[in-house]
């Protein structure tokens, strides 16, 4: 059997808001949002909401304007973002983090009239948009006069965001998701993890990736309290799982990645802990990690930003040998079907195709995609639309699909979904660049994203200069870690470039690593070693960048482990991401780092040659 339906549930005229406000009638001073210090009450959040919402209606915004949200992690931007919903809009998130021409892009693509921002990044673009900075009539928002607002806003399919993904065609195409389908995945979650209020959340993702949803939105709604990590925290391993204990933490979502970068800060326990894993496949022995850790509920979440969020969920138990992709969530359908469009037979793959209330409206004005991606239900007509995924999967048994791979070049790195034509075509803007082949290689915390260049003439750009190009137009996520130049590319018997073949290249003799210079002390030889050790190279110069040789965020946390450690030093992660990061540079910050430890009377013995 290859159809799968979840059960039916009726969210007509539910809306995000109506049951968070809900929450707040029945427990108005209970602790609703915390960032840092600051907390406030549920009272406090509706409040602020329905204020900054009038702000918003009062600037022209209308029942689905685009509003885009453009600012740092904190309590003002969860505020944002459901103030934008409750005004009858739909919220376009942007990072701050991602280049600027990126989100220059959404903005003018998506059309938006108005941009929740703060003062600091209020010049941020040269556009006709109304920058409204939320930092500068935070007073009003919090404590300024209560407005009855004009309700815009009535669920069902009314838009509630566009988010842009990855584009194979070099640019980030929007998906249009609607109330209904938001609401229904967390009424579903909320009954599947039998959420009680109890939980305190945690949110670590970037709003432009969907995952975000579901940290900020599940505690909310079920009267709980969400805690909202920084910037800096989200992404080391130390200070977060140092956040998850002070602040009790017993409710999250992580990538695989991320959950493997707790594991590496050695995080003491997870008891009590429900964990949502999704964003990539991962594997069981990750899973018996965390459940040996003490995970209670430790669920398995599958699904494209096309279909909301996440359609399908699997608990997984210590008894599992392998992790299916599980049930389809309520009023969901999961359909595996064959080249012809038909149900295939148990054990054997096919293509997986989700329809239901998830379904999104579409591509935002892209109907020709939208017609080839979301189509009419083939195997019982009436029901509605279903979403080609590309994924494909087997039927393992009569209720278990498994994931196999793609039938296409999308690719999930560290859970961000990422089309590898949209960094082939980034790099190739590069004026000395005639193609770019990209391959992505490893696993979870091991994945690299390699680019193979070949040039207009024989004189190649220097690699720092290409990199820093490319930073210029993509976001730190789809970086490659290696660039390597080549002649000719291999090739398949159809004259196809040989994909395969380049992934299975040996990253020795890269074009990153500059020309070699042997450590000079011995701070330089350990940083070295630890250096080999993690990217699993057989050389390292002096003067190799870390990031140039394949090290990313997830390696870093690593890397800051081992250092501390080895010297120890008390090295933040944020320092190495804070200057170009050779061994070299390395070796001064661990002299550094060791100095600021020791008085003055210290320091000058010790440059005095004293023990």
Known sequence: MSIFHGKQRDTKGVTLIGLLEQRAKEQPQKEALKFHSTSMTYEEVCGAVSR??????????????????????????????????KAGGAYVPLDPAHPSERNKYIIEKSHIGTVLTEKKYEDAFALSAKMICVDSIWEEILHGENYVIENLLSGGHQLAYVIFTSGSTGKPKGVEVEHEGMVNYLLSVSDNLHLNGSERGLTVVTITFDISISEMFLPLINGGTLIVADNETAKDGALLTKLIADERIDLCGFTPSTAYMLLDAEIPDLDGMKMLIGGEPWSISLAQSLLDLGCEQLWNVYGPTETTIYSTMYRITKKDTYIPIGAPIDQTDIYVLDQNMKPVETGMEGDLYIGGIGVARGYFENKELTDERFIPDPVEPGRGRIYKTGDIVKCVNETDIVYVGRSDFQVKVHGYRIELGEIEAAISKHKDVAQAVVVVTGENAEAKIKAFIKTKSEERPAVSDLKAFVEELLPYYMIPNIFRFVDEYPMTANLKVDRKALMSMEDEGADNAHEYVAPRNEIEEMVADIW?????????????????????????????????????TTIALVEIFSRPMTVEEMAKLVEENLLSGLSDEEIEALMNGED
Do not use: P, T, W
């Open 52 to 85: 900054l919402a009038r702000i918003l209606q009062d600037a022209g915004v209308q029942k689905e304007s685009l509003v885009g949200i453009y600012m740092d992690r904190s309590e003002k931007m969860i505020i944002s973002l459901l103030a934008v919903i």
């Open 532 to 568: 080999k050790g993690l990217l699993n190279l057989e050389q390292v110069s002096v003067c190799d960048d870390f990031l140039e040789l394949g090290g990313h965020s997830l390696l870093a946390n690593r890397l800051v482990k081992k250092m501390n450690n080895a010297f120890g």
